[in-house]
C-alpha cells in the first residue's frame, strides 16, 4: 500500500507560515515522492493551504464536531472542513483526549461524521507511560481501537494513527521492535474488526518523528506512514521524512 505522511501543525501557524505549505508543493510537484503528502494546519489557515497546496497533496484538519451544524460555538464541522477544500481530519489525537475529555464513543461519532462528509478520518490511539509501565499497553490500545474506530472502517476512508503518548514531542521513540509489536497488534485487531479491510488499512507512526528516525520507523512492517508534529512545521524537515519513505 502506499504509505501517508501527514503533518500536524496543532496550534502552530499564520499566513507566513503558508511558505512551508508552498515548499513542500514544490517538492511533490518535482515528483519522486513515494507516498501520499497530507498537511494539517489550524482552521485559520485551512482554505489558504488548499489554494496554496494548489492540489499537489493533500491539506486536512485536526479535529471536528460530530454534528453537521448546530448551536456549538467555536466548533467546526467535518461539512465545513470539506466545504473548506480539506481532504482528511485527525481525529482522537491524545491532546484531544486528555485536554477536552474525549471519550472513545466520541471519536467513533467524529470519524462517521468525517465519513458522511466524504473526508478521511485518521484515528489517533496510543498509551501514557504509566500504562506502557503498567503493562498494559495492549490492552489500552486495543480498547482505544473496540471503541474509537468503527466497523465501517474501510482503506480508502480511514487510517490510524499510533502515537505512543510518551514520546509525542519528547524526543523519546519506542524501540524498532516495540513499534512493530504494537503495528502488528493493531493490524491483527483491524483485521477481526473491519471486515476484509483490516488488513488495507494504514497505520501511521506518530511520536517524535524526524528526519533521523523515519527511514527505519518507515521500513518497519505494518508501518505504513507517519503522522508528524513539530518536524512538519518546517518545510525541509517534513521533506527529510517523505524523502525516508523506502522503495518498494
Known sequence: ????????????????????????????AAGNVRADVLICPPFTLLSRAVATAEGRFAIGAQDCHAQVSGAFTGDVSATMIRDAGAMAVIVGHSERRHYHHETNAMVAAKAEAAWRAGLMAIICIGETGDERDQGRADEVVLAQIEGSVPAAARAGNTAIAYEPIWAIGTGLTPSGDDIATMHGIIRESL?????????????????????????GILALANVNGALVGGASLKAEDFMGIIRAVPRV
Open 1 to 28: 500500500m502506499r504509505p501517508l505522511i501527514a503533518g500536524n501543525w496543532k496550534m502552530n501557524g499564520t499566513g507566513h507560515s503558508l511558505a512551508e505549505i508552498a515548499a513542500v508543493a514544490e517538492h511533490v
Open 191 to 215: 483485521q477481526r474488526r473491519c471486515h476484509g479491510e483490516g488488513e488495507r488499512i494504514r497505520i501511521l507512526y506518530g511520536g517524535s518523528a524526524n528526519p533521523g528516525n523515519a527511514r
